[in-house]
């Protein structure tokens, strides 16, 4: 289908059967349980984990492909962001044009800090992308803030031009984001029993333009030039050696991943019309790194996974506060309680960052292919199982 | 290996299906909504509070948070009740608001207008906050009031000095209990030309971000009027810290005051840096050479010890204060956590009493008609003399105080005495003066 062989067809389709369920895969406890503190189903966290998705992917194009390692990518993120806002502010509030610029803007930043950075490998190499993701993200929060608007972040105004639009509503406020007139914004919930699902529009909008992103990354992976990145990969030397020139190629993935970072950029300003400089920090660049370690490098759906789970644990283990965790020890006799809150309560709330690394620790070591070795060792389990006098069979590829 | 074999008919069923739920939501847009945003419908209601847990203002934030479930206690009539029996307006009856018992929730907003955002978002979206307050960064505070403003919620900003917040990003929906740069300057700068004459030459380091910028302008404006001059204004980086490159050309440049508009850990390294080169110790053109840092907290003053004692500064309030509404505050406070509260604890615990009062007066939760009922509300008993919710940019007015670092703290807690209390006449401003221009309120958004 759509030129991928069958198991990637399968993966495509699993990725899509997902991303349409997730309001449902996502609140698996009734509202007013106790449980619901853990359901992610609310619009907002839906379009991270998709958008982070798709920043994870494109970086996973340069990092799982290549081995360049960038720590700069929160860069362009932040430059698409920037160019959507722009958008927003100058032209309408209609998301295309907003995330076209964002991913050409983008894509001329890493042509630029690529083309300088990829004269180096290695640790260098990344030092190089760190060095220019510090320096955009200086320039964002206080050089250029008649554009960036400094620290406070760039914002919509009442007095924005907005020359294909409106520059305020019929009764005064700032127009909203949209899709030829679908707002972003605008959530359906249903009403299931104990059961609330919300559907929200610009969830829905991020999720098939991550499809489109995981289609397009399919392709490359399985590309002659996917290939090519897969050589220089694992010997760069050698590739040099034979008379190949691996810099086009390096820089090629270093802009498609860019570009990647641009569109998240651009989708995260669509769907919250701010850009912060924040968004560009080191930290910001760090953050996509792991994700994709923790999902798992060189895989197709390891960042994707990673970058849910780290997402998860930011949006939802840090609103876990004292209160409640009185409440679920409750049963336990008084001094108990008082304790078991006392441990518990360093690993959750402001502590949320605490048990993210014990579980980044856990992970690297003992699944250092990530959370898609796990899923694959799980699998493997069961296959044995089944199927245990057929050998051969269970030779393990990995799922990319 | 793999059991699904993918025929033709297979895909084209999956593809319509794909189709046919990705054109469903367009459906329905916006139809959800009636009457306001997350209008409480149970026995309860959901206040979201918004404070940095992680980060350079953990320790503020961790502080805002003991007051707002301290508020939460007395609104839902648990505890001593605390200013609810000074304050002037007497409809709050400690049954919660409305008599729906008031719950929260807390998010972490790791001083980043993003994390911020995706906190509050999650809490409008998740757990039905019909209010978000908090929030110990100007940037922070923008961002935030800024997203209530478009879901259609009551924003009550924290702290947040900046001119901006009730200036050029001003919003219909947020309100700000806490003074700013302005006003920070318009008390500060008499007591200066009081204590150090009008003849003086400022010299400025200002940490180099909107909320820095507003300080340093407003400070700058304020002195000149009383005849200062300003040899120069230097701009610091925020990730600074160590400032001795800073301070040196300080020594050399003529000038005998050297204003410090930092915050947090920055003042505290400044300053430790400007005492360490001998600053106070200097004379410069024939006078003793003093450092002013117009924005003091008193856990800023703890971080810098010996070096902040006799320096000048301005605060929005001090547990010190001896008026009953404080008094009844540092008490309730101190009996729950054993230490007095700071400005940042002080004033979320008022903007959550304001708001409750306002929906109380307003017998209904729209953000509409919260606003109605804060905007241009005069009130008192809250610490800081009569007050006043200006309508025009949802700004308190209120005195300020001038404090000084003191030279012999009784404990811990003692670190700041009481200079001034200048009068609200002096800091008031026309809400269209130049500092705070640019911007406009908008109208309300209830979110519907």
Redesign the interface.
């Known amino acids: 289908?759509l030129g991928l062989n069958?198991?990637d067809?399968?993966l495509l389709?699993i990725v899509?059967a997902m991303v349409?369920l997730a309001p449902f895969i996502l609140n698996p406890f009734p509202a007013d349980s106790a449980m619901a503190q853990f359901?992610a189903g609310?619009?907002?966290?839906m379009q991270?984990f998709v958008i982070f998705g798709i920043f994870a992917i494109g970086f996973n194009i340069l990092f799982g492909l290549t081995g360049y390692l960038s720590f700069g990518h929160a860069a362009f993120l932040g430059v698409g962001s920037y160019s959507a806002v722009w958008m927003f502010k100058l032209l309408s509030m209609n998301v295309i044009p907003a995330i076209l610029l964002a991913v050409l803007v983008s894509g001329v930043f890493a042509l630029v800090i690529g083309f300088v950075s990829l004269r180096r490998t290695g640790i260098y190499f990344s030092i190089l992308t760190l060095a220019f993701a510090q320096m955009s993200f200086?320039l964002a929060?206080?050089v250029l803030?008649p554009i960036t608007?400094?620290?406070?972040?760039l914002?919509?105004?009442?007095?924005d031009p907005r020359i294909l639009g409106v520059s305020?509503t019929a009764?005064?406020?700032?127009p909203?984001t949209s899709l030829f007139g679908?707002?972003m914004?605008?959530?359906?919930?249903l009403d299931a029993g104990a059961w609330l699902f919300?559907?929200?529009?610009g969830y829905?909008f991020c999720g098939?333009v991550l499809l489109l992103a995981f289609y397009l990354a399919i392709r490359i992976f399985r590309s002659p030039f996917g290939l090519m990145l897969r050589a220089i990969k694992s010997n760069r030397t050698r590739m040099n050696y034979t008379g190949l020139n691996t810099k086009p190629y390096a820089l090629a993935a270093f802009v498609i991943s860019g570009m990647y970072a641009g569109l998240a950029g651009g989708l995260m300003a669509s769907m919250?019309p701010?850009a912060?400089a924040?968004?560009m920090q080191w930290t910001a660049s760090g953050e996509v790194v792991l994700m994709t370690i923790l999902g798992g490098a060189g895989t197709l759906i390891g960042p994707v996974l990673g970058a849910g789970f780290i997402k998860y644990f930011?949006?939802i283990f840090?609103?876990i506060?004292e209160?409640v965790l009185h409440q679920w020890f409750a049963f336990l006799p008084d001094g108990m309680e008082n304790g078991v809150v006392w441990v518990v309560e360093h690993f959750v709330?402001?502590g949320?960052?605490l048990t993210l690394g014990l579980l980044f620790m856990l992970v690297v070591t003992f699944l250092p292919g990530g959370l898609v070795e796990g899923g694959q060792r799980i699998a493997r389990l069961f296959r044995r199982k089944s199927t245990e006098p057929q050998d051969g069979?269970t030779q393990s590829h990995p799922a990319e | 290996m793999t059991k699904n074999i993918l025929t033709r008919r297979g895909v084209l069923k999956t593809g319509a299906g794909v189709g046919a739920t990705l054109a469903v939501p367009t459906l329905f847009t916006g139809a959800a909504w009636a009457g306001y945003m997350n209008e409480p419908m149970g026995a309860s209601v959901t206040l979201g509070f918004n404070v940095p847990q992680t980060g350079p203002y953990a320790d503020e934030g961790a502080d805002e948070l003991r007051a707002y479930q301290l508020a939460v206690e007395h609104l839902n009539g648990e505890g001593d009740g605390g200013m609810l029996q000074t304050f002037s307006s007497k409809v709050l009856e400690g049954n919660g608001i409305l008599g729906k018992k008031v719950e929260y929730v807390t998010g972490d907003t790791q001083t980043k207008s993003d994390a911020a955002r995706a906190s509050a978002k999650s809490m409008i979206e998740k757990d039905g906050a019909i209010m978000i307050t908090g929030g110990s960064s100007s940037g922070v505070a923008v961002a935030v009031q800024g997203l209530c403003q478009e879901a259609g919620v009551i924003f009550m900003a924290g702290l947040t000095h900046s001119n901006d917040t009730t200036g050029k990003d001003k919003k219909a929906n947020g309100f700000r209990h806490f003074f700013n740069a302005y006003m920070s300057g318009a008390a500060l700068a008499p007591v200066l030309a009081a204590q150090y004459g009008t003849d003086r030459k400022a010299y400025h380091l200002t940490a180099d971000y909107t909320w820095g910028w507003t300080q340093e302008e407003s400070i700058v404006a304020a002195t000149e009027a009383l005849g200062w001059e300003t040899v120069n204004t230097v701009k610091t980086p925020l990730a600074q810290t160590d400032f001795s490159s800073y301070i040196a050309p300080v020594l050399n440049s003529g000038a005998d005051v050297l204003v410090l508009n930092h915050y947090g850990g920055n003042m505290v390294n400044s300053l430790t840096n400007a005492v360490q080169f001998g600053l106070r110790e200097k004379m410069a053109n024939g006078k003793q050479f003093e450092i002013v840092v117009p924005l003091f907290s008193r856990l800023m003053a703890r971080g810098a010890g010996e070096n902040i004692k006799g320096i000048l500064g301005s605060t929005n309030w001090h547990w010190s204060l001896t008026d009953e509404g404080t008094k009844a505050f540092v008490k309730s406070f101190g009996t729950k956590y054993g230490f007095p509260p700071s400005q940042a604890a002080h004033t979320c615990y008022v903007q959550t009493l304001l708001y409750a009062d306002a929906a109380q007066r307003a017998g209904s939760f729209n953000p509409c008609a919260i606003a109605e009922a804060l905007e241009g509300y005069e009130f008192d008993g809250l610490g800081n003399g009569p007050t006043l919710y200006r309508a025009e940019d949802h700004q308190c007015f209120k005195d300020v105080l001038v404090v000084r670092g003191k030279e012999n703290p009784t404990s811990e807690f003692d670190l700041l005495e009481v200079v001034e209390v200048t009068p609200r006449a002096q800091v008031e401003y026309a809400p269209d003066h130049p500092m705070f221009a640019g911007g406009a309120l908008g109208s309300c958004n209830p979110g519907a």
Do not use: C
Not at chain 1, 185 to 189: A, E, I, L, N, V
Not at chain 1, 198 to 201: A, K
């Open positions: 289908m069958k198991k067809s399968t389709l899509a349409l359901n609310y619009p907002d966290l991270r200086n929060y206080s803030t608007n400094g620290e406070t972040g914002q919509l105004t009442l007095d305020a009764d005064g406020g700032i909203v679908m707002e914004r605008s959530t359906f919930t919300q559907f929200n529009t829905y098939a919250d701010l912060g924040e968004r930011e949006n840090s609103k506060n209160g709330g402001p949320w960052h069979a």
